[in-house]
Structures are given as C-alpha cells and as structure tokens.
C-alpha cells in the first residue's frame, strides 16, 4: 500500500477513487460542512478542517509517495472573473505548493504530485497560470505532464478535467506511461499550445503522460435516475409547463421526438441567459451536462422524463448527482440538498481517478517500490 496527502479534499472522493491500494496520512479542507461529509465517510483521524494557509509541513505526517490537490477552480474557470493564480480562491494552489518547497527542503516532498482543475486552467490569461504551475512543478525537481481527461468516458456525464501529473525526476517510469508524441485522447490542441508556451526547465521537464482508454461498458443515464428521489419533489405541471415555455424552438423540437419515441426519454436541462433572455436548454443525448456548485438556479440541473404525452421533471436528485460523480449508493451526503449538490458539484469524478491511478500512478509507485526493495537486499548481502 502507497501513502499520500489529500488537500482540498472535500468529501474524499480522489480518496474514493484511488481506493484500497492508497493509504491517507493527512486530509485538509477548508470547508466544515465538506469536513462533517468526509469524517462521515472516512473518518477524522486524519482530517484537517483550515484554510491551505494555515498547515504546515510539520503537520504532515512521514513521508507520503503522492500529494493530490484539487485546488479551487472559480477563478480559472471559463465562466470565472479571470483572476487566474492571482484570485483569491484558486490562488490558494500557492498555499499548496508551499508545503510542496517546505517538504523537499525537509528532505521528504512526494514523489508524485497530483492537481486537477478545469480546462480553463490550460488557458487562463492567455496560458500565464498553466505555464506557472508547470514552473512551479519543475522547479522542484519533479517531470511534469498533463492530460485532459472528461469523464463522459466512464459515465454519462460531460465533464471535461484537467490532471497534471509531476513525478520525481529521480523515479523509473515505466515505458507505458509516456509517448514521445501528443496523445489525441488526452492531449487536445489547447494543451499542445500551452506546452508550446513553456520554456527553459519546464519545457525540458515535461512528458505526455498517457493511459489508455477506458474499455468498460457505460452506465445509461437512465439507469441512475432515482423513482422515488427522497432529496427532490417533482415539478408541478404548471412548473414544467413552464419549463417548456423557455424553450426556444431547437429544443422544443427535442422534446416533441422525445414524445415520439416508444419508449420513456430522459433528457437533462440547464437553464441559461441567450441574448437577455432565460432560457431552458434540454438534451436527449443520454448524457447529464456538467455537474456545477449551486451558485443559484441556473446551476441546478433539471431532469425531464418524457413518455408519450406524458412529460415530468424535476431537479436531479443529490443521490443522482452522486451516481454521476461515480459515488456507490452508501456514501453518506449531506441531508440539506445545497450541501449535497455543492459537495459534489466541487468533487472529482471516482472512476476518473481510478483509472489515472491504475494506468499511471501505481505502476510508477509499484515500479520504484520494487526497485527499492531490491536495493535494499543489494546493501544488506554487501
């Protein structure tokens, strides 16, 4: 088993996702209602509820093998005010990477490090954020890489992520892990740019990281779709009549298909503002759009269920969004709804980080892991 270090961590779905081969020696969060859903899956023992500010390396126990960090992303995002590293919350990546320096100058930083945000952080002011962390990264000593990985291949729902990898320079690599040339799957034109951006030791530090694509059958959207939701009510009619009014024409055509299809549709809606004005947007495409925090209602996901004549909704249900995040059916959310759809809205998709686990930071751990032991028998038959 590998030991590694949980910041922001949430409701611990990275450690849901990196699972029985990792052990946690430290979680952090700012967040206390995050903290009350991660000591009600995970336990206390070794959870830290304060800001990234605050810790310490000293509070760090031993030595961990990986540091995962999936750092706020408000203001790298698309649809954020473009702060970028100089915004207040996805600026605390530095809070981060100082216990990074603050460890390698204890002579015990991770050999691996793991960051996960939004696409937005490959081009958040014109690439300036993405090329410091990459500095940031290679500056320490580690090789760095990154893939865009959407977990619309493990689940039914788009939600395109960013994961750049950094791994001590002194480690073996396995020959799998890396390919000499961009990877489609992984790597698209906006991260081929922002490595085209990096010079001097980030440039040379970096790898395409690649694993390969996920083979196991799909979950349908319909398949997780609550009957008896316990956290929402559905939609009266005149609510859903509603609905159906704010459609523009393209998706009021999308619904009258659905009503002509045999059997039931499940279709997902957002709400957005076109041209000034609030419009309701539905696809059937068997696919649940990205899951967001609940900043208001625009944010909340709609489900729509059609059947003939027959047409319902309502709000996707917290157990719903958890099965779109990969979470199994016992994990303990939050009772108040917000809470629930903020949890996950701000999680890392489970299936997402076992994947990148098995394929590329196992084998590496694994890989030195051996190599080290042997080493070991080495000295001591000396």
Known sequence: MHSFYEFFAGGGMARAGLGSDWQCLFANDISATKGNSYRANWGGEHLSVKDIYDVQAKDLP??????????????????????????????????????ICDLQTEGRKPKMVVLENVFGALTSRDGKDFELIAKAIASQGYLVGAMLIDAIHFLPQSRPRLFIVGVDADLKLPEFSHTNTPNPAWHPAAMIRAHNRLTGEAKAAWRWWSVPQN??????????IETHPQSVQWHSEQETR?????????HRRKVLAAQASPSPRVGTIYKRTRDGVQRAEVRFDGIAGCLRTPGGGSSRQTIMVVHGNSIKSRLISSREAARLMGLPDDYKLPEKYNEAYHLLGDGVVVPVVTHLSRHLLLPIAELNHSSSQQNTRQARRA
């Open 62 to 99: 031993s030595n961990a093998a990986m540091a995962w960090g999936s750092f706020p992303c408000q203001d790298l995002s698309l649809a954020g005010d473009g702060a970028g590293l100089e915004g207040e919350r996805s600026g605390a990546f530095w809070g981060f990477w100082k216990l």
């Open 215 to 224: 083979e196991k059958p799909l979950l349908t959207l319909e398949s997780l």
């Open 242 to 250: 509603q609905l159906l009014d704010m459609m523009a024409p393209l």
